[in-house]
């Protein structure tokens, strides 16, 4: 996806960017939280800092 491309839910007019700090017990794998969280609507992208946890 380039800059101009997003997804048909999202609208360039609202883009902002968030910082979510995820908690838990730590046992569901990162590829299956960035699957989970990139099917919700209105987000474009995903990008998980997986060093700092």
């Not at 101009?4 to 839910?9: L, V, Y």
């Not at 995820?22 to 992208?45: F, H, V």
Request: charged residues 40%.
């Amino acid at each position: 996806m380039n800059k101009k491309d997003h997804k048909a839910s999202v609208d360039k007019t609202y883009l902002v960017k968030r910082h979510l700090k995820l908690d838990g017990e730590g046992d569901i794998p990162w590829d299956q939280i960035e699957k989970e969280i990139d099917q919700l609507m209105g987000i474009d992208e995903i990008h998980l800092v997986k060093e700092k946890h």
